[in-house]
């Protein structure tokens, strides 16, 4: 068996601006689907700006989402974990995604 092969894709039609929510989504790279377990996706939000208080709204679940706060750069990670089968558990090496948020207009 092969271990899950991690994406992130941003949705690029909503604006990257603080105030709006931005919406994550995993996918396999390598054209398979995942055979995940409730919980099996591992979302972190490794870099923020400073003074952040911006949370990943959802984990274990195919889509995050967050809504931040701070204008500037943003880092996400995240780890598939998939069953191979009853007995193995199988985590993909992890994906990161690095993106600038800017200020808001009023």
């Known amino acids: ?9 941003v949705d690029e039609d909503a604006p990257l601006v603080t105030g709006t929510g931005v919406t994550l989504k995993a ?5 398979g689907s995942f055979d995940i377990d409730s919980g099996g996706y591992l979302w972190y939000l490794t ?4 003074g952040s208080a911006t949370r990943l709204n959802e984990e ?10 701070e204008a500037g750069t943003y880092t996400v990670e995240l780890v598939v974990l998939s069953t191979g089968n009853a007995s193995e558990f199988l985590f993909s090496e992890p994906a990161s995604l690095t ?4 200020e808001a207009t009023p």
């Open 1 to 9: 068996l092969l271990n899950p092969t991690a994406e992130i894709s």
């Open 27 to 31: 996918y396999d790279s390598a054209g």
């Open 47 to 50: 870099n923020k700006p400073s």
């Open 60 to 69: 274990g679940v195919v889509t995050a989402e967050f809504i931040p706060d």
């Open 99 to 102: 993106f600038e948020i800017t």
